[in-house]
């Protein structure tokens, strides 16, 4: 097998695996708090909240750091510090004494995190650029699928072994799948030395000077913020349309059948980004979700809001994947890993603000209106990309497009 296939396929299990592990631990985060000591109702949300957000606090604060390290030592050793870290730390969650203990163990997660956007980075940078699409659509179906798989998983292995249990075999999951990157995955990787040292801040600069990187930023922050603003509320709207006796199972079926079409197209719109343009299919996969989030407003039956999501998720598999390949297109030559460090950072503050400022809103206006702000926002950042980003994307696609035909006409 080609060496850049090779290693496309051997990082989409391991994502799998990694995603499957990390999400098996999130449905029953609350129970576990209970069993470390903390009873009352309201204190035992706080928690929770403060524990969920707390690893992406800190992938937030760290992510620009371990994309330098990246940048000078490999996306393949950013893997494998971030695997065997984060297999480590979460095997240790498996002994918290108490809510600060796991507070802190959460915070460590966050900090060591990273094999997402270093096997990203690797991915692209070892991918002929007329295939960079296909191979980050595929990596993103590796991931949803871990996400779809993990809850479900974990939820058996609780239920069967205990809480604690999970956090060992999910630390165990993690040990594997790196273990296998180490021996598999060989990486085709230069160090560009640099001329001077220079600060964070200083690479922020150098990466964002190059157009239309800052406006990608952004871009990935909406997608994020608009999205996770309805994920963890939509169990509330499920609420409405159900009996309080299958509101568990519903609201796992809306967000898995989202999943299951995400994971569906993301490949086959990474092809289409490698024929068309990433930038074309960031634009109409957006106005789709958009689109499609509308009508979420006016459902009255659970089937019909199951459908919707199922269409939104269609077009999910648009979004991430030609995000990415469109940094790795702008980004600075020897600043890749950087580049995505920085969007990791927007991607996890979308994250962490989009389920505030979502709960804000639904005690506004409720989660029906909830539905129309996400598209308002979706329809905001088409009209960014459109003036920011097309412009300068169409330019560097035809110049690819050009060299891909000057190439094949060369005599041999």
């Keep these: 097998m080609i060496g850049w296939k090779r290693n496309l396929w051997i990082l989409v299990v391991s994502q799998f695996l990694v995603i499957s592990a990390m999400t098996m631990i999130i449905p029953f985060l609350p129970l576990y708090l209970q069993e470390l000591g903390v009873k009352n109702p309201e204190t035992l949300s706080i928690w929770a909240g403060v524990i969920f957000g707390a690893n992406f606090l800190t992938a937030f604060l760290f992510s620009p750091f371990w994309g330098r390290m990246g940048d000078k030592y490999g996306r393949k050793m950013m893997i494998l510090r971030s695997g065997f870290g984060m297999a480590l730390v979460i095997s240790l969650t498996a002994f918290a004494i108490g809510p600060i203990s796991l507070l802190l163990l959460r915070l460590l997660n966050g900090m060591v995190s990273g094999f997402i956007p270093a096997s990203i ?28 798989c993990g809850p479900l998983i974990g939820g058996v292995l609780a239920q069967n072994y205990g809480y604690s249990m999970v956090f060992i075999i999910t630390g165990m999951c993690i040990f594997i799948a790196t273990f296998v ?20 801040l200083d690479d922020f600069k150098t990466v964002t000077a190059k157009k239309p990187v800052m406006s990608l930023f952004v871009v990935i922050f909406l997608i994020q913020f608009a999205v996770m603003g309805v994920n963890p509320l939509l169990s509330l709207f499920v609420e409405e349309l159900t009996s309080p006796a299958t509101v568990a199972f519903y609201a796992g079926v809306a967000l898995s ?88 950072s927007a991607m996890y503050l979308g994250t962490m603000i989009g389920p505030i400022l979502g709960g ?19 329809f905001l950042n088409v009209v960014l990309v459109k003036v920011k980003v097309l412009p300068a994307a169409n330019l560097v696609f035809k110049a690819e497009k050009v060299r891909r035909k000057n190439e094949k006409v060369v005599p041999q």
Aim: aromatic share 10%; proline share 3%.
């Design 121 to 148: 980075g690797l991915v692209s940078t070892n991918t002929p650029k007329d295939r960079v699409g296909y191979a980050l659509g595929l990596l993103q179906s590796g991931s949803v699928s871990g996400a779809i």
């Design 360 to 378: 804000l809103v639904v005690s506004s206006v409720g989660v029906r209106g909830l539905f129309f702000v996400c598209a308002l926002v979706l």
């Design 181 to 200: 990157v180490l021996f598999f995955v060989k990486e085709q990787f230069t160090q560009v030395k640099e001329k001077e040292k220079t600060s964070t």
């Design 257 to 344: 059948v989202m999943g299951f079409a995400n994971m569906l197209t993301s490949p086959l719109l990474g092809k289409l980004s490698d024929k068309k343009g990433a930038q074309h299919v960031l634009t109409y996969s957006m106005i789709g979700v958009a689109i499609f989030s509308i009508p979420q407003a006016f459902v009255t039956d659970i089937w019909q809001l199951i459908i919707l999501r199922f269409l939104i998720g269609l077009c999910l598999g648009g979004l991430l994947p030609a995000v990415n390949t469109l940094i790795r297109m702008h980004a600075p030559s020897g600043m890749e890993s950087r580049t995505y460090g920085f969007s990791n």
